[in-house]
């Protein structure tokens, strides 16, 4: 056991030193000998054999992995087609709050989408310049693109490739920076670009004399926009004591709120990313890289904003939302996780679709939209509790023992009975076994 020997002191638990070193199976009978886990915490966390030793490719010292549930929006009518968005979320009521506001709109016409193109941006800082840099930059722009073409040649065949190159200098910073456009068709294109950008260091610094401080992508994706819109009938709104008229003027002055309140903004536009960042993680994107786009697309005038717009016109309610989407359906995790290539298949089910990153995109901001959509009808009628305590009423059934058809039973009961703790739900369970 010397190899997994671990040592306590008064602070904390100490892993053993050569941890990483062991395999991800070693790594994971140390830390349920050290934490002493239940059978539930080690085996839920494994899933199955396969799937840890695909997360030891994935991660440096893996140990397991992180189940998240995957829900299907359903029934969503995008650009004329109908489509089946796979969720990958913890929180209760986002998938369902998608396919409610996905099918209201659906039914009224749907979304309809346009986007900017694939075109990644990378920067590459470059300190102690002469003077004059950046016109000779400019002026040597077909060599630095001679450069690319080796690199960028298989993203060239297939379409896309070298897109430009800007200069400009930073005056807070006095870096000059100079920004290289690429299009990465159906890849998110992060290792292209940096691949690319790595490239033009070297001659880079020496057109220019300074040094490079680095060159990396700009997760801004700001010639990667996706938007979508619709215009649904008012009188679909209804909802509660709210005849349609009232819930749209009521949902527009909602947005209004948002975009001129921060901090309202912060959790209208993490409604928004309910949807978005659940399709990224279900289909392996980078939902990190979204989030930050979006948010800094947010705040771009300067103030943080709703991410969304609204207004009513004539008879209609017309909503619609522009966002940087910086994804893929080919590199990465994306089609090398085995739950990614399924959630893509559901998505494309539609054999007349291209599975490409420009419809993943149109998707996912119409996506973000429903869910917007959602939260907001909600928020102005009867509020969002209402739906959150009956998936928590779920949650405490499962907690408290319920499984399979007990579960329905009490999650009902729970619900009834409107007390959402663990103890009522285990006193109600008790009564559940008795009746029979
Ligand atoms: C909850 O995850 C999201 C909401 O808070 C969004 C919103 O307030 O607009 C319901």
Redesign the pocket.
Known sequence: MADTAFSLNDEAIELPHNFRKLSARRKRDVLAEILDLSDDERFSSLASEDLLDLADVMVESAVGVMPVPLGIASGIRIDNRVYNIPMAVE?P??VAAATYAGRLVSRGGGFHTSTTGQVMTAQVAIDGYQPGADARIREAERDLHAELVEILGPMTRRGGGYRGIDVSVNPESGLLVVYLHVDTRDAMGANIINTAAEALRAPLERLTGGTVLMAILTNAAPRRRARSSFAIPVDRLSRGPYDGETMAQRIVRANEF?DTDPLRAV??N??VM?GITSLALATGNDTRAIEAAAHAHAASDGRYRALTEYRVDGDHLVGSLEIPLAVGTVGGAVGFHPVTSFALKVLFLDGDVEPSADRLSRVAVSLGLAQ?LA??M??VSEG?QKGHMRQHARRLAWKAGARDEELQELARRVWDNGTFNIQTAQELLHALRADG
């Open positions: 929180e009521s986002v948002a959790t209208h993490k409604g309910n917007n939260a907001l909600a928020l969002i």
